[in-house]
């Protein structure tokens, strides 16, 4: 296994440690620590719309809880792998009576990864299956050079949308649809 | 769904009509038409070194065959009212027991090959090739292998497995897929 930052392998609660005595963004994986870059203007800003348009509609219904960028979840103990979403939902039936002041560990219904431009085939793919399989429902890759966003769905095949065609939350999300437009729109 | 080249919807046969009153290469994903453009240099060494290792491996030990790329398969993955899909891999391997008996099909075939590699090109997005190998493991295919060129790493999907990353010094093995072929991620690279 490659592009780890360093060979010995962390627990979840080592991983915990460790990221308090770091300034650096680590996400861990299978054991392994990945360090992440800060992300560049474009995506900070898509990431930001994207979090935007979906919390305002899953406010106003009231249906779940919405989280930004950085906040890390437990996919797995053992192997350890914490990732960092750019934006995750969870309905209230799938969230915790209150807020814990450590990571996550409930699994989101809905997880965003924005591209950056430095990301690799391989990294991202790895992200979008270890979220499906962790038992996230929909996971939406917002690509904002190519202007599309790759749906992910168990068992199903991706789909492409382009600026012109509209995402839909379909049963996770029901009554959800935006423009891909309205994702990277100033 | 976006990146298409024309509306309206081909089946197999309509397809492969087309095919042969144009000179471009085309793929036919859920009956709508993806123009596939001249593959850059790298593109075409790491075709041609993957498909020598493997069918050097695969003949001498006699366990199939080796398709070249732009070999159209047929793949069992259509929706109800869904088009059907004829993709291309990049090299593709199939071992000699589901092949069939007697001649090798002179068209497009819907046997599902054992190992698809797709190699990137710089101009691929993340959803096109994500794309692909999702229609791959979807159709049965045990494990398909993503060349990315821009950065020299193979990832390995398997289904219901993690995604592995391999760098340039790390083997790629034919695991359980391709039992006993082995190389190293720099020799699809070498030239």
Not at chain 1, 123 to 133: F, G, R, S, T
Not at chain 2, 14 to 32: A, N, S, V, Y
């Amino acid at each position: 296994m490659a592009v780890a930052t360093e060979k010995r392998t962390y627990t979840v609660d080592e991983f915990w440690e460790l990221c308090h005595q770091t300034d650096k963004r680590l996400e861990l994986v299978r054991g392994e620590l990945r360090e992440l870059a800060p992300a560049n203007e474009e995506h900070g800003y898509v990431t930001g719309q994207l979090f935007l348009v979906v919390t305002q509609f899953v406010k106003q219904r009231q249906l779940g809880f919405t989280f930004a960028a950085e906040t890390g979840f437990v996919l797995s103990e053992e192997p350890a792998t914490v990732r960092a979403p750019d934006f995750a939902y969870v309905s209230r039936d799938r969230a915790p009576e209150r807020w814990s002041r450590h990571f996550a560990r409930f699994v989101p219904d809905v997880v965003a990864e924005v591209i950056s431009p430095s990301d690799t085939y391989g990294e991202v793919a790895q992200k979008v299956q270890d979220w499906l399989e962790a038992g996230v429902r929909v996971v939406w890759v917002v690509d904002p050079v190519a202007r599309t966003v790759a749906v992910h769905r168990p068992g199903a095949a991706v789909r492409v949308y382009g600026e012109e065609d509209t995402l839909s939350g379909e049963d996770v999300l029901p009554g959800f649809a935006c423009k891909v437009s309205e994702i990277f729109a100033r | 769904m976006a990146v298409t080249t024309e509306k309206r919807t081909y089946s197999v046969d309509e397809f492969w009509e087309l095919c042969h009153q144009t000179d471009k290469r085309l793929e036919l994903i859920r009956g709508e038409l993806r123009e596939l453009t001249p593959t850059g240099w790298q593109h075409g060494v790491v075709v041609v070194n993957a498909t020598r290792l493997l069918s050097n491996y695969v003949l001498t030990h006699r366990l199939g065959i080796v398709l070249g790329a732009e070999t159209g398969v047929l793949l069992p993955i259509g929706e109800q009212d869904e088009g059907q899909t004829v993709r291309a891999a990049d090299v593709a391997y199939v071992q000699r027991e589901r092949l069939p008996q007697g001649a090798l099909p002179a068209r497009y075939a819907d046997i599902v090959p054992d190992l698809v590699v797709e190699v990137t090109s710089p101009s691929d997005t993340y959803a096109m090739v994500a794309e692909k190998v999702n229609d791959w493991l979807r159709a049965g295919v045990r494990m398909v292998w993503v060349v990315d060129t821009s950065n020299r790493q193979v990832s390995v999907h398997r289904p219901g497995q993690p995604v592995r990353v391999f760098g340039e010094e790390d083997v790629l093995s034919g695991e359980d897929v391709l039992p006993g072929f082995a190389c190293k991620v720099s020799e699809l690279f070498a030239w």
